[in-house]
């Protein structure tokens, strides 16, 4: 069984930031990768920022220098801190956790769990 709540979405200003938080709930097996995701509006879903065991990670292009993933294991918490936000980072935001072995070429597409997601708005 697995519950994530995520939280620290809104409304901010071009350039602005904010930390996205997400808190797993599980009972029953280890989370092997945490992830952000995040669907605009009239686009497909896509991976923003990863982070399994071991602290391997992954971002998509579009963030690499402005967004970073985090992870309190003890927590069973990521985070991702954004940085320099643009209009076009507007979206919804989706926490999502694995439990398989490692495998990103999957995981780009998807993990396995994922909550309800939190709306991120950024005007120009």
């Known amino acids: 069984q697995v519950q994530l709540v995520e939280s620290g979405g809104g409304l901010v200003q071009a350039g602005g930031s904010l930390r996205l938080s997400c808190a797993a709930s599980?009972?029953?097996?280890?989370?092997?990768?945490m992830g952000w995701y995040r669907r605009a509006p009239g686009k497909q879903r896509e991976l923003v920022a990863g982070?399994?065991?071991?602290?391997?990670?992954k971002y998509a292009d579009s963030v690499k220098g402005r967004f970073t993933i985090s992870r309190d294991n003890a927590k069973n918490t990521v985070y991702l801190q954004m940085n320099s936000l643009k209009p076009e980072d507007t979206a919804v935001y989706y926490c999502?956790?694995?439990?398989?072995?490692?495998?990103?070429?999957?995981?780009?597409?998807?993990?396995?769990?994922w909550g309800k997601g939190t709306s991120v708005t950024v005007s120009s």
């Open positions: 982070i399994a065991n071991g602290g391997n990670h």
């Open positions: 599980v009972i029953g097996f280890n989370i092997t990768a």
């Open positions: 999502s956790v694995d439990r398989g072995v490692a495998n990103w070429y999957a995981w780009e597409r998807g993990m396995a769990y």
